[in-house]
């Protein structure tokens, strides 16, 4: 819920000293939402993903007996929840064969080839049938990597690439 707008390094530092002090819906709410800020300030729209935590924990704590759901529907119901954030969690936490699709796998599905679409629905869908059943727990993590680090966006690193004689990217950088 944190991850949008934001980078991995400021999601994770500011989590690291929120979890040391609140890591169960219950306790969340105690810390009430001017002090859930405080933790998490320094994340892109902070107001917004606090006041949706809040509200997540609340339905946590009444209609699931503050256990994560492990259903697309019941997960897509939680405030600032969507798709990708819960196919997310459906893959890392439950293990289920599932591809959440942020804006690198968006580029790096469609400009390699992999799996194009113009939705993010629809390279999920055909990601789902190109890469193999065994794969799917890791695919997510890989190309995400792939796409930070390699396939970036602006300036893509083709010569470093380990996939350049497979992609059909047409601006190949030597």
Known sequence: ??????????????????????????TMLDLGLRR?????KTIGLYNTKAANILRTCRLLLEKHGGEVPSTR?????????????ANGILNTAFGEPT???????????????????RTVLEVENSLLKAVPRPYRKDAHHWLILHGRYT???????CGSCVIYDLCAYRDKLA
């Open 1 to 26: 819920m944190l991850s949008a707008q934001a980078t991995d390094k400021s999601v994770n530092k500011a989590t690291a000293k929120l979890f040391a002090v609140a890591n169960t819906p219950q």
């Open 151 to 157: 396939c970036i966006a602006r300036r893509p690193r």
């Open 73 to 85: 529907t019941e997960l897509e119901a939680f405030p600032g929840v969507g798709r990708k954030t």
């Open 36 to 40: 859930l800020k405080v933790f998490i």
């Open 99 to 117: 591809i959440a699709v942020d804006t690198h796998i968006f580029r790096v599905a469609n400009r390699t080839g992999l799996a194009p679409g």
